[in-house]
């Protein structure tokens, strides 16, 4: 059975696969980017959570991150399209159906990246926090 940190980032994962572009959980940039472009979850850093005692409960600003790469002619535009309908998806349910009190997703970090012999890649990490509490910090 998986941990409540899995579980959400499952979910997280789900809702980004409903998109277009295709998704993967921590993997390794593939050498063929999909036309629609493509998706990958990065687990991240729950951090250190606050803590409160009465009952007891670690309450997380977990940071993951997804990565957005794009390529083709319309770099931009794509990346943009693609990063818009990221905050779409979350902004659907910022609570992941009950699992998180709330997601929210940073602005976008983009870097254009050299292909050798190809079109170039446009991609984005875009930091994505999500706010949750459990009764144990290994659950």
């Known amino acids: 059975m998986p941990t409540f940190r899995e579980t959400i980032l499952i979910a997280l994962h789900a809702r980004l696969s409903a998109l277009p572009a295709t998704s993967l959980r921590g993997e390794v940039l593939p050498e063929r980017i999909p036309v629609a472009g493509l998706l990958i979850l ?4 729950p951090g250190e959570p606050e803590v409160t005692l009465s009952p007891l409960a670690y309450h997380y600003q977990h940071r993951a991150e997804i990565e957005a790469v794009v390529q083709g002619t319309d770099r931009d535009a794509a990346l943009d399209r693609l990063s818009a309908g990221i905050g779409t ?6 609570t992941l159906g009950g699992l ?3 997601i929210e997703a940073e ?11 190809a079109t170039s890649l446009k991609a984005a990490v875009i ?6 509490s459990t009764a ?3 659950s």
């Open 107 to 117: 602005a976008p970090q983009p870097v254009d990246l050299p292909v050798e012999g």
């Open 100 to 102: 998180c009190d709330w």
């Open 89 to 94: 998806a979350l902004a659907d349910d910022r």
């Open 127 to 132: 930091p994505v926090v999500l706010h949750y």
């Open 42 to 45: 990065r687990d991240g850093d």
């Open 136 to 138: 144990d910090p290994l």
